[in-house]
């Protein structure tokens, strides 16, 4: 039983990963990529495995890619601060847990990034609205329904499937994919600054 559910889960994955749109991945990695240039911070946030994830990208884009002399990205991932969220989430109510955070840090031009396999987590609908009245940038990876997030969204990758393990692999898939591409090009980078 195990192994044919293992070989079922194998088949979706790649099936999954072979039908991304890989124009939206790179569109991603270059909102991130040029964020140094522009000033920007980027916001990345989630619920369950997708707030676990949103602080993977924080700690992989916030330190992964980093090389000396060469300017570093500002990431945050809004699941990390657990107090401020409990308090939020006590004092006012779970749906306001990322917007009372982002209402303290947002700037206009900023990113913000949600993860979700439903595109309809309020929390993180809330904080997209949010950012587009305050001229963010918003980017959504969201499972094939979409949801209220691809509709906020001026980036969004659809990932087609309704899996939620399919769909958070695919949110590390494209987090580990841009990272690790990044250092590559920080690296190249770090090398000329040094001659």
């Known amino acids: 039983m195990f ?17 991304l749109d890989i124009n939206v991945i790179e569109k991603i990695y270059e909102k991130i990529k040029n964020s140094t240039e522009n000033n920007q911070q980027i916001f990345v946030m989630g619920n369950g495995g ?10 992989d884009l916030g330190k992964g890619v980093n090389v000396n002399g060469v300017k570093r990205l500002r990431i945050f991932s ?3 601060q657990v107090p401020l969220m409990t308090a939020y989430g006590n004092d006012m109510s779970y749906s306001d847990i990322f917007v009372e955070q982002l209402k303290n840090f947002l700037n206009p031009g900023d990113i913000v990034i949600g993860l979700s396999v439903s595109g309809n987590s309020e929390n993180v609908v809330r904080a997209f609205q949010y950012a587009k009245d305050s001229g963010a940038q918003v980017i959504s990876l969201v499972g094939e329904k979409g949801g ?30 841009i990272s690790q591409y990044l250092r590559k090009e920080n690296e190249r980078e770090g090398a000329l600054l040094a001659k």
Not at 50 to 59: D, F, G, I, T, Y
Not at 149 to 172: N, R
Request: with cysteine.
């Open 3 to 19: 192994r044919s559910y293992y070989i079922e889960y194998q088949a979706e994955w790649l099936n999954v990963i072979q039908q």
């Open 50 to 59: 997708s707030a676990a994830s949103a602080s993977h990208w924080a700690c």
């Open 78 to 80: 809004l699941t990390d």
């Open 148 to 177: 209220r997030m691809k509709v906020l969204s001026d980036i969004s990758l659809v990932i087609p499937s309704s899996d939620y393990g399919v769909v958070e692999d695919v949110h590390m898939y494209v987090n580990h994919v």
